[in-house]
Nanobody, 127 residues
């Protein structure tokens, strides 16, 4: 059974930093892509960052480029999201996700391709 568990969320002031972690288990083979998604109240879930696990290539949505960094520790089966210079609009529930099949690079932040999800961790940024 695949299990993904996020941690590291919390409340910070604008300009602050948080590091989210996602530990995963139960995979027979490593997922092809792993990503971070977020969903604010009343909004659709959106892709924030993704990583191609074999090469480490990373992908970001425009609003977080230069502020967020996705990384992985394959030995520890852990995915990270370092979030710096946080803004109130970054407030949301953050989810890690994984997919075992090929995804076109142009679609790696499309939630419909991902079939394994964690339960989420809340990030709240106050102004």
């Amino acid at each position: 059974q695949v299990l993904m568990v996020e941690s590291g969320g919390g409340s910070v002031q604008a300009g602050g930093s948080l590091r989210l972690s996602c530990t995963y288990s139960g995979y027979i083979s490593r997922p092809v892509y792993m990503g971070w998604f977020r969903q604010a109240p009343g909004k659709e879930r959106e892709g924030v960052a993704a990583i191609y696990t074999s090469s480490g290539s990373t992908f970001y949505t425009g609003s977080v480029k230069g502020r967020f960094t996705i990384s992985q520790d394959n030995a520890e089966n852990t995915l990270y999201l370092q979030m710096n210079s946080l803004k109130p609009e970054d407030s949301a529930m953050y989810y890690c996700a994984a997919v075992r099949n090929y995804v076109p690079p142009s679609r790696v932040l499309d939630k419909s391709y991902y079939n394994y999800w964690g339960q989420g961790t809340q990030v709240t940024v106050s102004s």
